[in-house]
T-cell receptor
Framework: GENVEQHPSTLSVQEGDSAVIKCTYS??????FPWYKQELGKGPQLIID?????GEKKDQRIAVTLNKTAKHFSLHITETQPEDSAVYFC??????????FGAGTRLFVKA | DAGVIQSPRHEVTEMGQEVTLRCKPI?????LFWYRQTMMRGLELLIY????????DSGMPEDRFSAKMPNASFSTLKIQPSEPRDSAVYFC?????????????FGPGTRLTVL
């Protein structure tokens, strides 16, 4: 069935460094790829997304890249700050509302 | 806007009891989603509604689970009878339209523990 794999499961970086989270998806019909940030005790919050007709998208310190041929997409956070510490989820959707989520990456930013 | 509102935030019950989780979507949003989050299975879509009508309930795990949306501002997810393996965080989310990239706004979740 459809699957989204996410790596790493845990990531620890020093404040100011960059963080990269990678995902692969199995359903070649997937055409929308959102990323969510979940803080403790809260629901996931959309932070950036990308459609299949775009290779890269940037929003301030956050960027997402997509390689449709390889079925890979990645989240890049530059100049990390302690408030970036959270669990990040990648997801893939192939039309409709069936969104498949990755298992999550717990990011720790050390001050 | 207050965002998606869920109640209760925490629920502890005993096996066999009925559990009802509640959700108030963002006003004006036509789509409502129920998700379940567990360590083992991650985030899973259980069911979603469009204009109060259930569209896809293929993610509902068993007949013990049921969901209703009697009006545009209220939905319930019921588990009867509850079992320990139902312990999870249940999220409700809503979106304004059915456009592919329309943002789903999640509520704070209900943490359910079934003893």
């Amino acid at each position: 069935g459809e699957n989204v794999e996410q790596h790493p499961s845990t990531l620890s970086v020093q404040e100011g460094d960059s963080a990269v989270i990678k995902c692969t998806y199995s359903d070649s019909a997937s055409n929308y790829f959102p990323w969510y940030k979940q803080e403790l005790g809260k629901g996931p919050q959309l932070i950036i997304d990308i459609r299949s007709n775009v290779g890269e998208k940037k929003d301030q310190r956050i960027a997402v890249t997509l390689n449709k041929t390889a079925k890979h997409f990645s989240l890049h956070i530059t100049e990390t700050q302690p408030e970036d510490s959270a669990v990040y989820f990648c997801a893939a959707r192939a039309g409709g509302f069936k969104t498949i989520f990755g298992a999550g990456t717990r990011l720790f930013v050390k001050a | 806007d207050a965002g998606v509102i869920q109640s209760p935030r925490h629920e502890v019950t005993e096996m066999g009891q009925e559990v009802t989780l509640r959700c108030k979507p963002i006003s004006g949003h036509d789509y409502l989603f129920w998700y379940r989050q567990t360590m083992m299975r991650g985030l899973e879509l259980l069911i979603y509604f469009n204009n109060n009508v259930p569209i896809d309930d293929s993610g509902m795990p068993e007949d013990r689970f049921s969901a209703k949306m009697p009006n545009a501002s209220f939905s319930t997810l019921k588990i009867q009878p509850s079992e320990p393996r139902d312990s999870a965080v249940y999220f409700c989310a809503s979106s304004r339209t059915g456009v592919l990239a329309d943002t789903q706004y999640f509520g704070p979740g209900t943490r359910l523990t079934v003893l």
